[in-house]
């Protein structure tokens, strides 16, 4: 097979799958792994993919790649409307305060707070949140507290010193939170250090911490850590983990309910 054929194939894998590995593509094409290193440079240095440990992924996907939130909302958007669904049930009865971490499930997941539980918890149940949109949805019918900062215009959420400094004052009963990457070995990880510093803040102060992310997340890291998988109790994914991760998942003790 010529070397234009095998980097047709590859790039055609990599639009369906997202990453291909080294061995994976030498096992395929009966070549040498040092051949596939070749070709996986020859596409990087023509901007198809970008090369990581293993092999290779996108080149949409580096490390501080980060869509705005508008383009983000039509992305996957049946797989988080079923999690954020799922979510509703992990709401403990007896909770008084839950945060809300800016993403465009955990606004899902305001949305349902606000459409199905207003009437039978608004009383008794106060949202935290640092995110624009999701307070939006749940001023009008539930109690909220904003949390103040400097806004990002790419996520609408409130972010620095002055927003950190309120959540450290804080010990809600339980939190969601997104991420854009969860690794077994990396942890929960997003490409902004400000955005990664809040998220950090709110996995700290909460009694109790729920991620919520949709199986493209499952994999993957972005620049920042913000949380290893032992500082979560509970993921709500829409597919299930592959198993390095979930064996990461599991020696954590992290829940894993699938929406």
């Known amino acids: 097979m010529f070397a234009e054929e095998r980097h047709r194939l590859i790039t055609e894998q990599l639009a369906a799958q997202g990453k291909v590995g080294v061995a994976d593509l030498s096992e395929r094409f009966g070549i040498t792994r040092e051949t596939v290193r ?8 023509q901007g198809v993919l970008r090369r990581v440990h293993g092999g290779a992924v996108v080149a949409s996907k580096t490390s501080t790649a980060e869509q705005s939130h508008t383009a983000r909302t039509t992305q996957n958007h049946e797989a988080k409307q079923r999690i954020a669904t799922k979510a509703l049930e992990l709401l403990p009865q007896g909770a008084t305060s839950i945060v809300l971490d800016a993403g465009t499930t955990t606004e899902l997941f305001a949305g349902l707070l606000a459409d199905e539980l207003a009437s039978q918890r608004a009383a008794e149940l106060l949202v935290i949140t640092h995110a624009l949109p999701i307070a939006l949805r749940i001023s009008p019918t539930m109690q909220l507290e904003l949390i103040g900062g400097r806004v990002r ?9 002055h927003t950190l ?18 690794d077994a070995t990396f942890g929960l990880s997003t490409p902004d250090s400000l955005e990664a510093a809040v998220k950090t803040a709110i996995v700290g102060c909460a009694r109790r911490v729920v991620l919520l992310a949709d199986s493209s997340k499952l994999g993957e890291t972005a620049l920042v850590r913000f949380a290893t998988l032992a500082d979560i109790d509970t993921l709500v994914t829409d597919a299930a983990p592959d198993a390095d991760l979930a064996a990461a998942l599991e020696a954590a003790d992290v829940e894993v309910v699938l929406a």
């Open 38 to 45: 070749r070709d996986l440079a020859q596409l990087e240095q």
């Open 153 to 161: 215009g790419l996520t609408s959420a409130a972010t620095g010193n």
């Open 165 to 182: 400094a309120q959540l450290d004052g804080l010990r809600p009963d339980i939190a969601f939170v997104g991420a854009n990457g969860l």
